[in-house]
């Protein structure tokens, strides 16, 4: 699992800060985290395909969050993308994307699929499982988690030998997991003949919020957290007008749900150097970076 960043500014769009929008990448299929203005060139620019785009995910209507939709649905199209296509996000998302193709006069050859988003729930995507969770903003968000599947465990044939399992299916399913029981009456488990599964890579991504009390457990431990950090702690009083969330609000977040590391984004305009925002969540955080266009982090 790949994270490619095509924007990370908050709110006003600006040349040389561009607004958000994400994709992580996972076994050559692109999931696209929000699509701000631009986000087609932004994808263009760093070699992403819009035709491998298997998934849209949306955290909410505003526009710095959604303009740049119809281009990448229009430009997957063109590229001869005929893939079906999930648009995950708030209901009023539908009615946005076929008002665009009913104005702006477009269709798509591909089949799209919108997936309204209400409580916290989890999906099957192709390769990843999605984890939806409401946030506190000015109007509908969700936050999310993408999970790499358990990976497989580490089987021991030697030690299932040893304890006289006969090779074939038994080993299958100690390797996925289960216990099982030879002929003569004795159980295995699969710990006596295999290490525990590893944790698949986690990545969650908290976007326009204010911090929550409680996280789901899909967002505990993510090895990479990006969380918005628009404002300075000294502008606390904005941050809680405007339902965004300080830099250090956002490092306390990452401590609370243990994270690995902490990718800051949405930064407001009005700091010309936001690595004072990164400098202030590291007092709470040590692990932390700001999210910059082009920036790739690769997790796995
Ligand atoms: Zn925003
Ligand atoms: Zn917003």
């Known amino acids: 699992m790949e994270l490619i960043v095509l924007g990370a500014g908050g709110f006003m769009p600006d040349p040389g800060f561009p607004v958000p ?4 990448r996972h076994e050559g ?6 699509a701000g203005e631009n986000s087609q060139t932004q994808m263009a620019k760093y070699g992403i395909s819009r035709v491998k785009v298997g998934a849209v995910i949306i955290s909410h209507m505003h526009g710095d969050h959604t303009l740049g939709l119809p281009g990448v649905l229009i430009r997957r199209g063109q590229e001869g993308g005929e893939e079906p296509l ?7 998302l539908k009615d946005y994307v076929r008002a665009t193709q009913k104005y702006l006069s477009y269709t798509l050859h591909y089949k799209t699929e919108f997936v309204p988003l209400e409580e916290s729930k989890s999906f099957d995507l192709q390769n990843l499982k999605l ?7 000015r109007l509908e968000a969700h936050g999310f988690a993408l999970q790499v599947p358990r990976i497989k465990r580490k089987f021991y ?8 399992v006969p090779e074939g299916p038994l080993w299958g399913e100690l390797q996925r997991g289960e216990v099982v029981e030879l002929d003569d009456g004795q159980v295995i488990n699969p710990e006596q003949v295999s290490d525990p599964p590893p944790r698949g890579k986690r990545l969650v991504y908290l976007t326009d919020t204010r911090p929550l009390d409680n996280y789901p457990p899909e967002f ?9 950090g628009m404002f300075l702690e000294s502008e606390r009083e904005q941050a809680e007008k405007k339902f965004h969330s300080t830099a250090l609000e956002a490092a306390r977040v990452a401590k609370k ?5 902490l990718l800051l984004t949405h930064f407001s305009r009005r700091y010309d150097h936001p690595g004072v925002l990164a400098q202030e969540a590291a007092k709470e955080f040590s692990e932390v970076d700001l999210a910059k266009p082009g920036m790739k982090i690769k997790l796995s």
């Open 257 to 261: 749900l243990n994270a690995r590391k």
């Open 21 to 24: 929008g994400f994709v992580v």
């Open 157 to 164: 044939p030697e030690k299932a030998r040893a304890l006289d």
């Open 86 to 92: 999930k648009l995950f996000g708030p209901a009023p």
């Open 131 to 137: 984890t939806t969770q409401p946030l506190i903003h």
């Open 29 to 34: 299929v692109n999931y696209l985290l929000d």
């Open 220 to 228: 505990q431990e993510p090895d990479l957290l990006i969380h918005e």
